[in-house]
């Protein structure tokens, strides 16, 4: 059916009307099939703007999924137009409402979007905005993935609901050494109370905001670099002089680039970064993937310190620091999907037994050994249990400078032991 053919419309044709900012932003098509409608859908403020139609009306109150099935049954026999915000395809309620009546009997007028009115009062293009929605998440929104995304987009663009509103975003954004960002958050937009200001994070976590709002997360720095220009945004193999070490006691770029290979990381895990020195496993893994819990534990003064520089300056995601000897820590921590033990403190044992009871389904243990008699404490301790086990030694040598040309200086070589559990 045409978006003209307003007088032949029958149920169960549903017609969706993005409303834009206003009744103005309207179009004289979609204005037409409103008037013929035999129930009007929709928010309050929607259904407002139109006192004159003397329709049936169907307010949004309730469950989202109780209202569409109100509305799916109505539609059945009656004429049903549904008002929406922006655009309805656009994180809006568009799929749902499609899902519920059936794309087929879905007429659709879309309208501007909030996101495009904000960058148009900004003067500013939207094509390269990331838009991401934490409307509804819940304790999802707990997941660092949309933290992630400021590191690899200049603009991020989110829809917030009265848990996650724009100061709880500048709260995060503290928390994840992320000072420099501005925030433009948007308040009743299209609305003669409309509302557009800057913040540093710092203000706006200091600030209550008009409960219909949208923020802009920019990087507007000219290098758009993380902090500390000398490190990458999101690469694999974050040189050693990235992070703040002492004598030379940090996992190597090319042992650390095997041993994240190795853990095989994937988003939503739990990671347990063991013996974390200067936390060159758990930094780069968090900035790479985005994990939804990283814990990095070190028993040395001095390292932990250099742990606790290193985590503000460069990860990509939230991660715990705990000092304390692993073995007596491991009880507080979150069960594991993934752990990388790059010291033990003498307690190799102890640790592989809090694991075979407290590690997740289809859990990873890597460790890098130095010595033989370390690596025959992992070999000896896995290789009678239900787990598989891989061991590949590294021995890499670097090329140095030597006249007008170069020489290779051998590092140390280490073992790299993954353990898994065998397939049932």
Same mark, same amino acid.
């Given at each position: 059916?045409?978006?003209?053919?307003?007088?032949?419309?029958?149920?169960?044709?549903?017609?969706?009307?993005?409303?834009?900012?206003?009744?103005?932003?309207?179009?004289?098509?979609?204005?037409?099939?409103?008037?013929?409608?035999?129930?009007?859908?929709?928010?309050?403020?929607?259904?407002?703007?139109?006192?004159?139609?003397?329709?049936?009306?169907?307010?949004?109150?309730?469950?989202?999924?109780?209202?569409?099935?109100?509305?799916?049954?109505?539609?059945?026999?009656?004429?049903?137009?549904?008002?929406?915000?922006?655009?309805?395809?656009?994180?809006?309620?568009?799929?749902?409402?499609?899902?519920?009546?059936?794309?087929?009997?879905?007429?659709?007028?879309?309208?501007?979007?909030?996101?495009?009115?904000?960058?148009?009062?900004?003067?500013?293009?939207?094509?390269?905005?990331?838009?991401?929605?934490?409307?509804?998440?819940?304790?999802?929104?707990?997941?660092?993935?949309?933290?992630?995304?400021?590191?690899?987009?200049?603009?991020?663009?989110?829809?917030?609901?009265?848990?996650?509103?724009?100061?709880?975003?500048?709260?995060?954004?503290?928390?994840?050494?992320?000072?420099?960002?501005?925030?433009?958050?948007?308040?009743?937009?299209?609305?003669?109370?409309?509302?557009?200001?800057?913040?540093?994070?710092?203000?706006?976590?200091?600030?209550?905001?008009?409960?219909?709002?949208?923020?802009?997360?920019?990087?507007?720095?000219?290098?758009?670099?993380?902090?500390?220009?000398?490190?990458?945004?999101?690469?694999?193999?974050?040189?050693?002089?990235?992070?703040?070490?002492?004598?030379?006691?940090?996992?190597?770029?090319?042992?650390?680039?095997?041993?994240?290979?190795?853990?095989?990381?994937?988003?939503?895990?739990?990671?347990?970064?063991?013996?974390?020195?200067? =936390?060159? %496993?758990?930094?780069? *893994?968090?900035? #790479?993937?985005? /994990?939804?819990? $990283?814990? !990095?534990?070190?028993? @040395?003064?001095?390292?932990?310190?250099?742990?606790?520089?290193?985590?503000?300056?460069?990860?990509?995601?939230?991660?715990?620091?705990?000092?304390?000897?692993?073995?007596?820590?491991?009880?507080?921590?979150?069960?594991?999907?993934?752990?990388?033990?790059?010291?033990?403190?003498?307690?190799?044992?102890?640790?592989?037994?809090?694991?075979?009871?407290?590690?997740?389904?289809? =859990?990873? %243990?890597?460790?890098? *050994?130095?010595? #033989?008699?370390? /690596?025959?404490? $992992?070999? !000896?301790?896995?290789? @009678?249990?239900?787990?598989?086990?891989?061991?590949?030694?590294?021995?890499?040598?670097?090329?140095?400078?030597?006249?007008?040309?170069?020489?290779?200086?051998?590092?140390?070589?280490?073992?790299?032991?993954?353990?898994?559990?065998?397939?049932?």
């Amino acid at each position: 059916m045409k978006h003209s053919d307003s007088q032949d419309w029958n149920p169960p044709r549903v017609v969706l009307v993005g409303m834009g900012m206003g009744r103005e932003d309207v179009g004289a098509s979609a204005l037409r099939w409103i008037e013929r409608a035999e129930v009007l859908a929709g928010g309050g403020r929607h259904l407002d703007w139109f006192p004159d139609l003397s329709c049936e009306r169907i307010p949004l109150q309730g469950p989202l999924n109780d209202w569409l099935d109100q509305v799916g049954r109505v539609s059945i026999e009656r004429r049903t137009v549904v008002l929406a915000s922006g655009d309805p395809f656009f994180f809006g309620v568009g799929r749902r409402l499609a899902d519920r009546v059936g794309k087929e009997n879905l007429l659709t007028f879309p309208n501007i979007t909030s996101v495009q009115v904000l960058f148009s009062r900004l003067n500013e293009p939207w094509e390269d905005v990331k838009v991401m929605s934490l409307h509804g998440r819940g304790p999802a929104a707990e997941n660092p993935e949309w933290l992630e995304q400021l590191r690899h987009h200049s603009k991020v663009v989110f829809f917030t609901d009265p848990q996650h509103t724009p100061d709880w975003i500048a709260r995060q954004l503290l928390d994840a050494a992320m000072k420099d960002r501005t925030l433009v958050v948007g308040e009743d937009l299209g609305l003669p109370s409309e509302k557009i200001q800057r913040f540093f994070p710092e203000e706006a976590a200091a600030r209550k905001f008009s409960p219909l709002n949208l923020v802009a997360v920019l990087d507007e720095s000219p290098s758009r670099q993380a902090v500390d220009s000398t490190v990458p945004q999101a690469v694999l193999g974050l040189p050693e002089t990235a992070f703040r070490h002492r004598a030379g006691l940090i996992t190597k770029m090319e042992v650390r680039a095997v041993a994240l290979a190795h853990l095989q990381l994937r988003p939503g895990l739990v990671l347990w970064d063991l013996g974390a020195g200067s =936390g060159s %496993v758990s930094i780069e *893994a968090s900035r #790479l993937v985005p /994990l939804r819990r $990283v814990v !990095a534990v070190e028993k @040395d003064a001095e390292r932990y310190r250099d742990l606790q520089d290193n985590v503000k300056r460069l990860q990509g995601s939230q991660i715990e620091t705990v000092h304390g000897k692993a073995a007596q820590v491991l009880d507080a921590l979150p069960d594991p999907d993934r752990v990388f033990i790059g010291g033990s403190g003498g307690d190799l044992r102890e640790i592989f037994e809090n694991l075979l009871r407290r590690m997740r389904p289809g =859990g990873r %243990v890597v460790v890098t *050994a130095a010595t #033989l008699d370390t /690596l025959e404490a $992992v070999r !000896a301790f896995w290789s @009678d249990k239900p787990y598989e086990m891989q061991i590949t030694q590294l021995q890499v040598s670097r090329s140095v400078p030597i006249g007008k040309t170069v020489r290779f200086e051998a590092l140390n070589p280490v073992f790299v032991v993954s353990v898994w559990p065998k397939p049932i």
